[in-house]
């Protein structure tokens, strides 16, 4: 059976995390290789500057994990690169991560970035994310429900490939576990930010900064990730790693540079 490695930017213990590799314990062997805290909205880093250490963890369910000390980019690196001596892996999948990642929250996400790792080193990946709830057993039940669509996602996507540097974003709304709508092929839809910077200062009068603001919105555009999870369906977004802005390409050609 075709391994699977999985990854997350909440953090190894994540409940997102823990779920997930039960789901997909039904696809195929399941290693898991994940932050030992929390990377959310890191980016896509790649740790060169400083050694990057690995080692063994338990989960609450008896479950030996891989905690790394570097982000989920890094974390799919050492893995495809055999440092933790599971491989070759055929599939890694991301997730499930505690928040929506839609539309150009992908440049952000530590979730996608992990999945991203994966497929510029030619492995298909899969990111996951879920509507963030405040009410824990509601919370439970929408992981669960996400972490069986990853694992009929990924049973696809082993069993039909995907087309080369392509990824699969996953986005399920809170109201998918009580109410699912079905799953809906989408593109990449319009974030609103609201960020803010709140300026402070130390007990030595030095400031300080944080970016904060009101949680983002969105443009629910028929077709697009946004859209589909305000009408309550599961979005898909086939996300590549192609970033040319293709209607440019002529009007640069017509500056005759």
Not at 87 to 94: A, I
Not at 186 to 198: A, S
Not at 209 to 214: A, K, L
Request: charged content about 20%.
């Amino acid at each position: 059976m075709a391994r699977i490695l999985v990854t997350n930017d909440d953090g190894v213990f994540s409940r997102g995390i823990q779920a997930l590799a039960r789901a997909l314990d039904a696809v195929g062997p399941v290693t898991v290789l994940a932050p030992e805290r929390n990377w959310s909205a890191a980016g896509h880093p790649k740790t060169m500057h400083k050694p990057l250490r690995i080692k063994e963890v338990t989960w609450p369910d008896g479950r030996v994990v891989h905690a790394c000390s570097g982000a989920p980019s890094d974390c799919v690196a050492l893995g495809l690169l055999g440092a933790v001596d599971h491989g070759p892996f055929e599939l890694v999948v991301s997730g499930i991560n505690q928040g929506y990642n839609l539309g150009t929250d992908v440049i952000y996400s530590g979730t996608v970035a992990g999945a991203m790792e994966a497929i510029i080193n030619g492995v298909a990946a899969i990111a996951i994310s879920v509507a963030w709830l405040d009410d824990d057993e509601v919370f439970e039940e929408l992981l669960a429900h996400a972490a069986q669509i990853g694992a009929r996602l990924a049973g696809r996507v082993l069993d039909d490939g995907l087309p080369q540097q392509a990824l699969l974003n996953v986005n399920v709304p809170a109201s998918s576990a009580t109410d699912f709508q079905g799953i809906e092929v989408t593109r990449l839809g319009r974030r609103i930010y609201r960020d803010v910077v709140v300026a402070r200062e130390d007990p030595w009068g030095r400031p300080y900064y944080w970016i904060g603001g009101q949680v983002p919105t969105g443009i629910p555009e028929d077709g697009s990730d946004v859209g589909a999870v305000e009408r309550g369906r599961v979005s898909v977004t086939p996300v590549g790693v192609d970033l040319t802005c293709y209607p440019c390409l002529d009007v640069l050609r017509s500056w005759e540079l």
